[in-house]
């Protein structure tokens, strides 16, 4: 093997881990996104970044079962719950996040 044929090796072992760190660096600043769900009986889902949660904004009635569920970028999704809403509840109620990045979350009631 002559010493060209290796440093065009290096070379392209150089070429693929630049790759490689670019293709993670495209999948961390996907993580910047978030927004709101839709508000059914005051509650709503919000995420941001990696993390997601279960909010209410004065519930207008009792509610159970309430999930939450955040859409998980390259993983399996997150299920939480199930939870009991009382009236007038206003605050969060569960959190959880996500390794790369959320998509978007909603709250299911069953």
Do not use: H
């Amino acid at each position: 093997m002559s010493r060209m044929s290796g440093l065009r090796r290096a070379g392209m072992g150089v070429a693929t881990l630049a790759l490689a760190a670019g293709t993670i660096a495209g999948l961390s600043s996907a993580a910047n996104a978030g927004g709101t769900s839709g508000s059914t009986y005051g509650c709503y889902a919000q995420w941001w970044d990696t993390a997601f949660a279960g909010k209410c904004s004065s519930a207008t009635r009792d509610i159970w079962p309430v999930y939450v569920y955040g859409d998980c970028a390259y993983e399996l999704d997150q299920e939480d719950g199930a939870f009991s809403i009382k009236k007038g509840f206003s605050g969060t109620f569960d959190s959880n996040e996500c390794t790369f990045s959320v998509n978007n979350a909603y709250l299911l009631f069953s």
